[in-house]
């Protein structure tokens, strides 16, 4: 899994917590740092607003923090960020995580990268057409976690093309996934996919 980073969402405006969830700390480290060391051995990047770069560069190495793109005036939410590393990194795949989700598993982790492995091109070669997934996520009663997903480099690139050329109707995750080629995975622990809206 060479071609494939971590992503940990830290950009988002936290109005319901009333602070930085990223930057938090319940005893065991700040959530961002944290969620970072549940995506190891994948290189961590963190995505972040440009309010939001003082304080991040301060505990994190500022190569490694990536500020939302200003050429994407109209993209909002999680998209903005997964588009933004995209824009950094073209031919990278990207496991996405939120900063807020504390409780993701290990078990939960392997097996999304799992299936992503196994959708991999066999030793060069391209895997048959219909069995060739963009994103690879979990969903439940209908809903897709987008997070704990993976995104690659193909239909990211499908996506910001569509963004750049004013195509792109709905920047919702659970729309673009309805829509792409995804892969999708049963969830077997639901506390894995909670986020901490208070403390």
């Not at 560069?57 to 990536?66: E, G, T």
């Not at 409780?103 to 991999?120: F, G, M, P, Q, W």
């Not at 499908?158 to 050329?165: H, L, S, V």
Request: one cysteine or more; hydrophobic letters at 35%; glycine letters at 10%.
């Amino acid at each position: 899994m060479d071609n494939i980073f971590g992503v940990i969402l830290c950009g988002g405006e936290s109005r319901r917590m009333g602070r930085d969830k990223g930057l938090l700390d319940t005893g065991e480290g700040y959530w961002a740092i944290r969620m970072g060391g549940k995506l190891t051995p994948l290189p961590a990047f963190y995505s972040i607003n440009p309010q939001q770069w003082g304080n991040y560069s301060r505990i994190l190495p500022p190569d490694h923090l990536i500020i939302d793109s200003t050429l994407l005036p109209t993209i909002r939410g999680p998209l903005k960020g997964l588009l933004s590393i995209h824009e950094r990194f073209p031919d990278k795949d990207f496991l996405l995580v939120a900063c807020d989700m504390q409780d993701l598993d290990a078990a939960t982790i392997h097996k999304v990268t799992e299936a992503y492995s196994r959708n991999l091109p066999d030793q060069g070669r391209p895997a048959p057409g219909p069995d060739l997934y963009d994103f690879f996520v979990y969903q439940d009663q209908g809903f897709f976690q987008p997070f704990a997903g993976i995104y690659t480099s193909r239909g990211l690139t499908a996506i910001y093309r569509q963004a750049g050329e004013g195509r792109l109707l709905d920047s919702s995750l659970q729309s673009l996934l309805r829509e792409a080629r995804t892969k999708i995975l049963p969830i077997k622990n639901p506390a894995a996919f909670r986020n901490y809206n208070s403390f």
